[in-house]
């Protein structure tokens, strides 16, 4: 007889999975069945990659260019990226201090690797992107959860940082914009958050995934105010990459080195079609897709944001980037998991729970994503009317 116990690590029954992903896979067997569904749960841009990137990336694999690259990146694609700096943030970064990595989720893996030690506590706002919470469970940290609501605009204050730090806390890493929520930290919040982290002697890490996706005037990046943190990004959203892999993180002058020994040990390099066909988003014609992109984002969310309060859903009347409303559904309904099963099952709408996100009054939120035509989203809020009036 097999004497041995699971190998698997108890921490892993913390790593819960996506909610979104159940949604997404009943949403495909209704559709199997005939059913038309309107997509409102997809965390991914409804437009299909750029011409002149798919272009670039056809020419990569024609010339050969399969082979791995050096791990921190091929440099024209981290100096296109040290230039894209200083065109929206009037940056002047060494190259050296950008990784290209495999999406977002390859350098935050990096990051946990290279700042999380065992015990460690991490200050995270709730809701949040629940990865990263995961990843902080694995390395056998603590994720320090604040909850945050509509009265901070889903962003932690320094109040909240204070209140529920710790002795063991060494990092604060926030999103901004956030998902699911598509609220920023402001110009004034990330100078004062940054001078807390430095008085708590905490790293400081942003995620700036959606930034270009934002619908506000001043969208500063923390490398702007703090030099010393550290930041994500991807090619997957405003770049419309997500099924590409590639992202890239900024990390400050003395962590390079370490950086790059773990690139090598974790994933050897990215892609290196990928990282070719990148250099292509950085032309005058994909950046206009780009923006042309945003506008339609825009528009998307100054409708569905104005049809949602008038059906009773209360939401930010901030929302500042990313593809998300972040929906508060009390006046219909006290389980978000079961909402979101109803509007699917009987109305044809697929929309993410709140508990995808974390645990404050996650019940009460449901994530609707704008990612897909006005076409649909008029349908999905036709759906949702009915819905609702069903349920008050
Ligand atoms: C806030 C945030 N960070 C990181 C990621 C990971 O993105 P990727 O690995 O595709 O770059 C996502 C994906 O949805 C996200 O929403």
Known sequence: MDQRKSFQRPVLSRVNPFRVMTVMHRAADLEKQGR????MEVGEPDFSTAQPIVDAAKRALDEGFTQYTAAPGISELREKLAQHYSKRHRLDLDPQRILITPGASGGLTLLANMLVDQGDGILLSDPAYPCVRNFIYLLGAQPQLIPVG???????????????????????????????????LERKQLQEISAWARQHACHLLVDEIYHGLHYVEDMP???????????????????????????????????????????????????????????AA?????????????????????????????????????????F????????????????????????????TPGTDFGEYRSNEFVRLAFTTSMEDLELGVERLAEAVSALV
Not at 36 to 39: M, R
Not at 163 to 178: C, K, Q
């Open 36 to 39: 038309k569904i309107v997509h």
């Open 150 to 184: 509509l009265e901070q605009n889903f962003q932690p204050t320094v109040e909240m940082l204070d209140h529920y730090r710790s002795d063991a806390t060494r990092g604060v890493w926030l999103a901004s914009p956030g998902n699911p929520t598509g609220t920023i």
């Open 221 to 279: 990046s923390i490398l702007e105010i703090d030099q010393s943190a550290f930041v994500v990004n991807s090619f997957s959203k405003y770049f419309g990459m997500t099924g590409w892999r590639l992202g890239w993180i900024v990390v400050p002058e003395d962590y390079i080195g370490t950086a790059n020994i773990l690139a090598q040990n974790l994933y050897i390099s990215a892609s290196s079609i990928a990282q070719r066909a990148a250099l």
């Open 282 to 322: 950085f032309s005058e014609e994909a950046e206009g897709i780009f923006e042309s992109r945003r506008a339609a984002f825009r528009q998307r969310r100054d409708y569905l944001a104005a049809a949602l309060k008038d059906l009773g859903f209360v939401i930010s009347d901030n929302i500042q980037g990313a």
């Open 324 to 351: 998300y409303i972040y929906a508060n559904i009390s006046k219909f309904s006290t389980d978000a998991e079961e909402f979101c099963r109803l509007v699917l099952e009987d109305y044809g709408v697929a929309i």
